[in-house]
């Protein structure tokens, strides 16, 4: 009777098979890594969040909205008092921008300016305050035009029409 000593090279195949699939796996899952403060995934999270407000405003058939300042934005919902700020915790609280990037909103092709914002002090004056993109309960939403940009000069925009239809992020010279 004949012992075996190793592999056979069927063997081996089967084990770089596996080996080069996992490999392929991982690396797909990966991508390409990006940092903290990559703009193009900073507008993908902001444009799910705008979808995420609209879904909420056409379920609950009240307006939902976003607020952006200087330091990142955070979401409103209208009720009959007017409007009021969404949790501090969950889907809805506040989100910063990145240090490192500057951002810029238009709304109907007018540009819009973002002030220093004391989210705490601004909770206690609701009625000075409102979300300026605005998704209602019949699937509209403010058309709007939103850009990051790098001190190197290099911009992301997302837009979004009054359809409600969000054109994702593209990098502008």
Do not use: N
Not at 14 to 39: K, N
Not at 64 to 80: I, K, M, P, V
């Amino acid at each position: 009777m004949r012992s075996a000593r190793g592999f056979t090279l069927i063997e081996v195949l089967v084990v770089l098979a596996i080996a080069a699939a996992l490999t392929s796996l991982v690396v797909l899952r990966l991508g390409t890594l990006q940092g903290p403060d990559d703009p193009k995934r900073f507008l993908e999270r902001v444009a799910a969040r705008i979808t995420h407000q609209c879904e909420q405003a056409l379920f609950q058939s009240r307006p939902r909205g976003l607020r952006f300042s200087e330091q990142g934005y955070d979401a409103w919902a209208g009720s009959s008092d007017g409007w009021q700020p969404l949790a501090q915790q969950g889907p809805d609280q506040p989100q910063s921008i990145p240090q490192s990037l500057e951002l810029a909103l238009e709304l109907g092709g007018y540009p819009v300016e973002l002030a220093a914002v004391d989210r705490d002090a601004d909770r206690d004056d609701f009625e000075s305050v409102a979300p300026q993109v605005i998704c209602h309960p019949l699937g509209e939403l403010t058309p709007f035009r939103l850009t990051l940009s790098q001190a190197t000069g290099e911009r992301w925009v997302l837009e979004g029409e009054a359809s409600g239809r969000l054109i994702l992020p593209q990098s502008e010279p």
